[in-house]
């Protein structure tokens, strides 16, 4: 039985569903394991309760970290290929480039997301 692990969500209902039918026409027998957030998602794999863990970015560069053979990663959803950051102003803002944000206050999204957390931050150190 291949054990995958997702968080639960609404959003992801869809997948799942796909992901078990598909699984199923390969006659590969799956079970999902639901978690409430990617944290445990990481430790269940790296322990070896789980097979596959859906996973993103950030908790791939966690797994790697932690695991003295390497992980691999086999998929990636199509909406995920051409994923953009923006950086969003009020209108009317006098900040219309990157740059213009030196010595201005601002808030980013998740600690754990990726593309509203890690990237931007990244960017924008390194911009200066």
């Known amino acids: 039985m291949l054990r995958l692990g997702g968080v639960a969500s ?3 209902l869809t997948v799942f569903q796909g992901l078990g039918e598909m699984f199923k026409r390969e006659g590969i027998d799956m079970d999902w394991v639901l978690y409430s957030d990617y944290d445990a998602i990481i430790d269940d794999f790296v322990d070896g309760k789980i097979d596959l ?6 908790g791939y560069v966690k797994i790697k ?3 003295d053979e390497p992980c691999q990663v086999i998929a990636m959803r199509d909406v995920d290929v051409n994923f953009t950051t923006c950086f969003i102003t009020r209108p009317g803002s006098d900040i219309l480039t990157v740059e213009d944000l030196k010595g201005k ?10 593309e509203s957390g890690l990237l931007a931050y990244h960017f924008l150190k390194e911009t200066g």
Do not use: E, I
């Not at 206050?105 to 990726?114: C, D, H, I, L």
């Open 65 to 67: 970290r932690r695991l």
């Open 105 to 114: 206050s601002f808030a980013f999204a998740s600690r754990s997301s990726v």
């Open 53 to 58: 863990a859906w996973n993103g970015p950030l």
């Open 10 to 12: 609404a959003s992801h």
